[in-house]
């Protein structure tokens, strides 16, 4: 009996020496990058996106000044715009980020669906509220895209 119980231990000694000395050290992965081409891709639409951030006082502005049509006009213009940037640049952007940019872009959309609710019954004080939250996803959005020394 003693004597199986040594062969045994001997066996799973063996077994065990031979598993580990099969697996080798784990290769590091390097982190993900972004490609020059993904780089010059993102770059050509975030200007966009950037001027109507700039632009944001100007619908701060109609919205006090109650001019609903001027908001509306500048909600399905140059914020659209910038909103179907978003849309360009987000498959461009590293895999782990791109579902955070997307969530972005949605929450984006719901701001300014709620902003041009508002100017169509005359809210400012809802209006005004969203609009800062659409600004606030911009400006989430951009902290996304990489610089341009960044590849």
């Known amino acids: 009996m003693v004597r199986q119980r040594s ?7 063996l077994v065990t020496t031979f598993l580990i000395s099969c697996g080798g050290p784990s290769v590091a ?6 490609t020059p081409d993904q780089v010059a891709k993102i770059q050509v639409y975030v200007p966009d996106i950037e001027v109507v951030r700039d632009r944001s ?11 609903w049509i001027d908001v509306g006009n500048f909600i399905h213009g140059p914020i659209t715009e910038a909103r179907l940037n978003m849309t360009y640049v987000i498959p461009n ?3 782990q980020d791109q579902p955070k940019a997307r969530q972005i872009s949605k929450a984006f959309l719901s701001h300014l669906v709620k902003i041009d609710q508002a100017a169509k019954v005359g809210n400012t004080s809802l209006a005004l509220s969203s609009y800062k939250d659409a600004f606030v996803d911009i ?4 902290q996304l895209i990489p610089e341009v020394g960044d590849s």
């Open 93 to 95: 952007l590293l895999p």
């Open 29 to 34: 992965t390097a982190p993900p990058t972004y």
């Open 57 to 67: 006082e100007e619908l701060k502005t109609l919205i006090k000044s109650g001019e």
């Open 139 to 142: 400006d989430k959005f951009l």
């Open 7 to 13: 062969i045994l231990s001997l066996i799973l000694v």
